[in-house]
C-alpha cells in the first residue's frame, strides 16, 4: 500500500469515527471496516415506484467501494418518485430506461475506478500518473437522467473514490450548466443536496418542466334537440296520451336556436432545457346554419329569421313555416299543401286532402274519405274512420288512437290502442299494445315486428299478419301499377274519340305521365331487386300477442300459418325464411 492509500485510509476511518461519536443514535447502523457486509445491507426497499436492481449491478460494486472508504453508507434507492407528486403513467413509462441508465453511468464509473479510461492521451497520462503516484483520486460525479420528453430531470450522484472532493452546491449547479438544464430548477433541493445522508447512489428530482396543454376544441350549446323522440308513454291506466307527443318545437323570429363556444389556443410549455413544447390549439366547429337560419354578427349564435318549426336535417337547423288552422279542414278552407308543418285544432272533413312536406297534427278525426300525406310525422289524437278507399302516406311514424277501415303505408313504426279492418304497411314496427290493444280483421303487413294483445276475435273472423319484405316498396308499386292501367284505358278512350286538338292534347299530357309512372316503377323495381338479395332482410319479422284468436292467419313470402284453435301467449319468428311458432 502506498503512503497516500495509508493516509486517505486512515483520514476516512477517523472522520468515519469522529461522526460515529457525535451521533450514538447511529451506532447500531455502524458497520466496521473488518466486518463484512451483512444480508440486510443489499435488502432493497419495497414499492411500486423503486427501481430493483441485482446484487451484482455496478452500483453495488461502486456502493461496497464507498463503504469500505467511507465507513456506513446507506443502500442504493432508485425511486423516480420519492414525493409521490408525479403522474403514474411518467413512472412507469421512465423505469426501465432509468435501468439502462444506471447501469451505463456505474459501468462507465468503474472503469475510471479500474484506470481503464478510453481515449490513448488519456492512457498516457493515466500510466504516467500511476508509476509517479499511483491511480489518481475521482470527484463526485453528478449524473443526470432526463425523462423521454425532456420535462423532468433527476439527478444520482456517485461518490467520490480515493480521497476525491465531495460533492458541493456550487459543484451541483456547474454540472447542470454544463447539461443546459437551465429551466424548472427545484432550488430547495439542489441547494440542500450536498448537506443529505443520502446525497449519493440515490435520485433526486432537480427540475420540472412546463408541459404544454393543448387548446379546448369548440362545441356547440343547442336549444332544441337534434332527435325528437317519438315515443308515447302509456301511464297507469294503460292510456295514452297522444296530445303530449310534442312533434313541433316552436321558435320566434330572431329566437336564438344554438350558441357556439369557440375553441382556446394551446398554452405551450418548455423542457427542463428551456427549451418551448408547441402546444395545439383547439379546433373550430361551424354553427349547422340550415334554411330560415342566419348567424349573428358575433358569429357565435344561430337565430331563426322566420317564426316557425325548428327541426335538425342530420347537417343543420333549420326552420320549417306552421301552418296552424283553429277548426276543421272543411270548406271553408279547402285542401291544404304546405310545404311545412300542419297543425289542425279540428278534424279533416270527408273528401278533402292534407299534404305536408313536414308533420301534420290532427287534435281530431280523419274522416272517411279524408286523404292525408305527411312527410314527417303524422299524430290523430283521436282517431282514423276511413272508407277503404282512401290512402295515408306517411314518410315517418304514425300515432292514432284508433284506426278503422284505413288503408295506411308507413315508412317506419305505427303505433295506436286498436285497428279495426285496416290495411296497414309498415316498413318497421306495428305496436298495438296500449288500451286495449285489439287487432280485428283485415290485413296487417310489418316488415319488422307486430306487438298487439289482442289479434283476431271470437267469431273467427279473417285477420291477416304478414312478416318481413318490404311493404311500403311493395304497395308504392301496386299504386302505381294500378295508376299505370288508368293511364292507358284513359288513352285507349281518347284514341277511339275523333281527331281534334283537343284529343291531341290531352294525349300528349297522358303519355307523358304514363313516362313518368314508368320511369318511377322501373327504380321501385330495382330498388326491390336489390333488397331481395341482403340474407338478412329474409329472416326479418316477428309477432308478439297475448291472445291470437281462430282465424288469424300468419304469411311469409308464399308460406302460411292459419290458427285453428285460440293461442295465448303466441309468438312467431322467421328463422331460415320459414315461419316458427314458439
Known amino acids: ?70 465507513g456506513y453508507l446507506p443502500s442504493p434507492r432508485l425511486c423516480l418518485d420519492e414525493e409521490g407528486v408525479l403522474p403514474a403513467e411518467v413512472v412507469k413509462r421512465e423505469n426501465q430506461r432509468l435501468k439502462n441508465f444506471v447501469t451505463s453511468v456505474c459501468n462507465t464509473r468503474l472503469k475510471e475506478v479500474n484506470g481503464k479510461r478510453a481515449g490513448k492521451k488519456n492512457q498516457k497520462k493515466k500510466s504516467e500518473e500511476e508509476t509517479e503516484e499511483g491511480p489518481p483520486p475521482l470527484d463526485a460525479l453528478p449524473c443526470f437522467f432526463l425523462s423521454a420528453d425532456k420535462l423532468y ?15 458541493t452546491r456550487d459543484g451541483l449547479y456547474t454540472a447542470m450548466a454544463q447539461e443546459d438544464i437551465t429551466f424548472g430548477v427545484e432550488s430547495w433541493t439542489v441547494d440542500r443536496l450536498s448537506r443529505e445522508d443520502r446525497k449519493y447512489f440515490t435520485l433526486h428530482l432537480v427540475a420540472k418542466g412546463k408541459p404544454a396543454f393543448d387548446g379546448q376544441n369548440g362545441n356547440i350549446v343547442e336549444h332544441f334537440p337534434r332527435v325528437v323522440e317519438r315515443m308515447l308513454e302509456v301511464d297507469e291506466y294503460n292510456q295514452v296520451d297522444y296530445t303530449a307527443l310534442n312533434l313541433i318545437h316552436n321558435v320566434k323570429e330572431g329566437e336564438e336556436i344554438c350558441r357556439l363556444i369557440r375553441a382556446t389556443e394551446g398554452e405551450p410549455g418548455r423542457t427542463v432545457l428551456d427549451q418551448e413544447i408547441p402546444a395545439k390549439g383547439g379546433k373550430e366547429v361551424p354553427l349547422p346554419k340550415g334554411r330560415n337560419t342566419e348567424i349573428t354578427e358575433d358569429g357565435v349564435s344561430l337565430v331563426a329569421t322566420i317564426a316557425g318549426h325548428v327541426e335538425f336535417t342530420g347537417r343543420s337547423f333549420q326552420v320549417k313555416p306552421v301552418l296552424d288552422i283553429a277548426e276543421d279542414v272543411d270548406f271553408s278552407t279547402g285542401d291544404i299543401n304546405f310545404l311545412g308543418d300542419v297543425n289542425i285544432k279540428g278534424d279533416v272533413l270527408s273528401g278533402f286532402t292534407v299534404r305536408a312536406m313536414g308533420n301534420v297534427h290532427v287534435d281530431g278525426v280523419l274522416e272517411a274519405g279524408s286523404i292525408v300525406e305527411a312527410g314527417g310525422d303524422l299524430v290523430v289524437v283521436k282517431g282514423i274512420l276511413g272508407d277503404g278507399t282512401a290512402v295515408i302516406r306517411c314518410h315517418r311514424s304514425v300515432f292514432s288512437k284508433y284506426i278503422e277501415n284505413a288503408i295506411i303505408h308507413v315508412r317506419e313504426n305505427l303505433q295506436t290502442d286498436c285497428i279495426m279492418n285496416g290495411r296497414i304497411y309498415c316498413d318497421q314496427e306495428v305496436q298495438v299494445i296500449s288500451g286495449r290493444g285489439t287487432i280485428m280483421g283485415g290485413k296487417i303487413w310489418a316488415a319488422k315486428k307486430v306487438a298487439a294483445k289482442t289479434i283476431g276475435a271470437l267469431s273467427e273472423c279473417r285477420t291477416s299478419i304478414i312478416l318481413g319484405g318490404n311493404p311500403w316498396s311493395y304497395f308504392e308499386r301496386e299504386l302505381l301499377r294500378r295508376e299505370m292501367k288508368e293511364i292507358e284505358m284513359e288513352m285507349e278512350k281518347l284514341e277511339c274519340q275523333p281527331e281534334s286538338t283537343a284529343r291531341a292534347s290531352l294525349l300528349k299530357k297522358a303519355r307523358a305521365r304514363l313516362s313518368v309512372v314508368e320511369m318511377k316503377l322501373k327504380h321501385l ?6 333488397m331481395k338479395v341482403n340474407p338478412y332482410e329474409m329472416d326479418m319479422g316477428r309477432l308478439e300477442c297475448s291472445i291470437a284468436y281462430a282465424g288469424t292467419e300468419i304469411s311469409h313470402e308464399n308460406e302460411i300459418v292459419r290458427l285453428r284453435h285460440e293461442t295465448r301467449q303466441c309468438v312467431a319468428t322467421i328463422i331460415n325464411g320459414e315461419i316458427v311458432m314458439m
Not at 525 to 530: C, F, G, M
Open 525 to 530: 323495381q330495382s330498388e326491390l331487386d336489390e
Open 153 to 167: 430531470a433527476w439527478v444520482l450522484v456517485l461518490p467520490p473514490v480515493r480521497g476525491g472532493e465531495e460533492l
Open 1 to 70: 500500500m502506498s503512503i497516500r492509500e495509508k493516509v486517505a485510509a486512515f483520514l476516512f476511518r477517523s472522520k468515519a469515527k469522529e461522526e460515529a461519536e457525535a451521533q450514538p443514535s447511529q451506532d447500531q447502523s455502524h458497520v466496521p471496516e473488518s466486518t463484512s457486509a451483512p444480508a440486510a445491507e443489499h435488502t432493497r426497499f419495497a414499492g411500486a415506484d423503486v427501481l430493483e436492481l441485482a446484487p451484482e449491478h455496478p452500483i453495488h460494486l461502486l456502493h461496497d467501494l464507498r463503504r469500505k472508504e467511507s
